[in-house]
Protein backbone atom coordinates (compact mmCIF):
# COMPACT_ATOMS: atom_id res chain seq x y z
CA UNK A 1 0.00 0.00 0.00
CA UNK A 2 1.18 3.43 -0.99
CA UNK A 3 -0.04 6.98 -0.02
CA UNK A 4 1.00 10.09 -1.66
CA UNK A 5 0.77 13.28 0.15
CA UNK A 6 0.12 16.67 -1.98
CA UNK A 7 -1.26 20.03 -1.21
CA UNK A 8 1.22 21.72 0.60
CA UNK A 9 2.44 24.91 -0.14
CA UNK A 10 3.27 28.76 1.37
CA UNK A 11 0.09 30.74 2.40
CA UNK A 12 -0.67 33.77 4.31
CA UNK A 13 -2.35 34.08 7.56
CA UNK A 14 -6.42 33.08 6.77
CA UNK A 15 -5.81 31.59 3.87
CA UNK A 16 -7.36 28.23 2.70
CA UNK A 17 -5.41 24.98 1.61
CA UNK A 18 -6.29 21.41 0.97
CA UNK A 19 -4.44 18.21 1.06
CA UNK A 20 -4.58 14.91 -0.58
CA UNK A 21 -3.56 11.77 0.01
CA UNK A 22 -3.85 9.25 -2.60
CA UNK A 23 -3.70 5.57 -2.21
CA UNK A 24 -2.74 2.67 -4.56
CA UNK A 25 -2.65 -0.81 -3.90
CA UNK A 26 -5.51 -1.01 -1.57
CA UNK A 27 -9.01 0.42 -1.26
CA UNK A 28 -10.03 3.15 0.42
CA UNK A 29 -13.22 2.02 1.24
CA UNK A 30 -13.18 -0.25 4.26
CA UNK A 31 -10.31 1.65 5.98
CA UNK A 32 -9.93 4.51 7.91
CA UNK A 33 -7.79 7.67 7.34
CA UNK A 34 -5.95 9.67 9.73
CA UNK A 35 -4.12 13.03 9.62
CA UNK A 36 -0.88 14.24 11.69
CA UNK A 37 1.09 16.61 11.11
CA UNK A 38 5.24 17.46 12.81
CA UNK A 39 6.07 20.76 13.21
CA UNK A 40 10.12 21.16 13.72
CA UNK A 41 11.17 20.04 17.12
CA UNK A 42 8.38 18.57 18.23
CA UNK A 43 6.59 15.40 18.09
CA UNK A 44 4.73 14.35 15.07
CA UNK A 45 0.73 15.09 16.72
CA UNK A 46 -2.91 13.96 15.72
CA UNK A 47 -5.10 16.16 13.43
CA UNK A 48 -7.97 14.87 12.59
CA UNK A 49 -8.91 10.98 11.50
CA UNK A 50 -12.53 9.15 9.84
CA UNK A 51 -13.86 6.15 10.10
CA UNK A 52 -14.09 3.60 6.73
CA UNK A 53 -18.02 4.84 6.05
CA UNK A 54 -16.96 8.29 6.57
CA UNK A 55 -19.99 7.95 9.67
CA UNK A 56 -17.46 9.69 12.28
CA UNK A 57 -14.57 12.27 12.22
CA UNK A 58 -12.11 13.36 14.97
CA UNK A 59 -10.24 16.38 15.43
CA UNK A 60 -8.17 18.03 17.48
CA UNK A 61 -9.13 20.63 19.61
CA UNK A 62 -6.45 23.12 17.73
CA UNK A 63 -7.99 22.77 14.48
CA UNK A 64 -11.73 21.80 15.19
CA UNK A 65 -13.90 23.89 13.28
CA UNK A 66 -11.56 25.17 10.82
CA UNK A 67 -10.62 21.45 9.39
CA UNK A 68 -12.59 19.00 7.62
CA UNK A 69 -11.46 15.41 7.05
CA UNK A 70 -13.56 13.01 4.25
CA UNK A 71 -12.20 10.52 1.87
CA UNK A 72 -13.53 9.67 -1.80
CA UNK A 73 -13.24 6.17 -1.87
CA UNK A 74 -14.40 5.89 -5.69
CA UNK A 75 -11.04 7.83 -6.16
CA UNK A 76 -9.38 6.68 -3.08
CA UNK A 77 -8.27 9.70 -2.41
CA UNK A 78 -8.41 11.56 1.21
CA UNK A 79 -8.22 14.92 2.08
CA UNK A 80 -7.84 17.72 4.44
CA UNK A 81 -9.54 20.87 3.85
CA UNK A 82 -7.84 23.66 5.48
CA UNK A 83 -9.08 27.03 6.32
CA UNK A 84 -8.17 29.70 8.51
CA UNK A 85 -4.52 28.57 8.50
CA UNK A 86 -2.60 29.86 11.27
CA UNK A 87 1.31 30.14 11.82
CA UNK A 88 1.22 27.95 14.10
CA UNK A 89 -0.43 25.30 11.37
CA UNK A 90 3.31 25.17 9.82
CA UNK A 91 4.30 21.30 9.89
CA UNK A 92 5.18 18.78 7.34
CA UNK A 93 1.42 17.01 6.99
CA UNK A 94 1.25 13.38 6.71
CA UNK A 95 -1.65 10.80 5.81
CA UNK A 96 -2.22 7.87 7.48
CA UNK A 97 -4.26 4.87 6.98
CA UNK A 98 -5.90 1.95 9.24
CA UNK A 99 -6.66 -0.95 8.16
CA UNK A 100 -9.55 -2.09 11.17
CA UNK A 101 -11.38 0.74 9.92
CA UNK A 102 -12.57 1.94 13.43
CA UNK A 103 -11.94 3.56 16.48
CA UNK A 104 -12.61 2.94 20.18
CA UNK A 105 -11.83 5.37 22.47
CA UNK A 106 -9.08 7.92 21.14
CA UNK A 107 -7.05 5.11 19.46
CA UNK A 108 -7.47 7.28 16.49
CA UNK A 109 -4.88 9.89 17.82
CA UNK A 110 -2.19 6.85 18.19
CA UNK A 111 0.42 6.89 15.83
CA UNK A 112 1.06 3.05 16.37
CA UNK A 113 -2.55 2.41 15.58
CA UNK A 114 -1.93 3.83 11.88
CA UNK A 115 -0.76 0.74 9.12
CA UNK A 116 0.30 2.91 6.20
CA UNK A 117 2.00 6.31 6.03
CA UNK A 118 2.85 8.91 3.39
CA UNK A 119 5.42 10.80 2.76
CA UNK A 120 4.19 13.97 3.89
CA UNK A 121 4.05 17.78 2.46
CA UNK A 122 4.70 20.82 3.83
CA UNK A 123 2.12 23.57 5.19
CA UNK A 124 3.89 26.89 5.71
CA UNK A 125 1.73 29.61 7.21
CA UNK A 126 3.24 32.73 6.95
CA UNK A 127 2.06 35.98 9.31
Known amino acids: VQLQASGGG ?31 GKDREFVAAISWNSRSAYYADSVKGR ?18 LKPEDTAVYYCAVDILGDFT ?4 ENTRRYDYWGQGTQVTVSS
Open 105 to 108: GRAY
Open 67 to 84: FTISKDDAKNTGYLQMSN
Open 10 to 40: LVPVGDSLRLSCATSGRALSGVAVGWFREAP
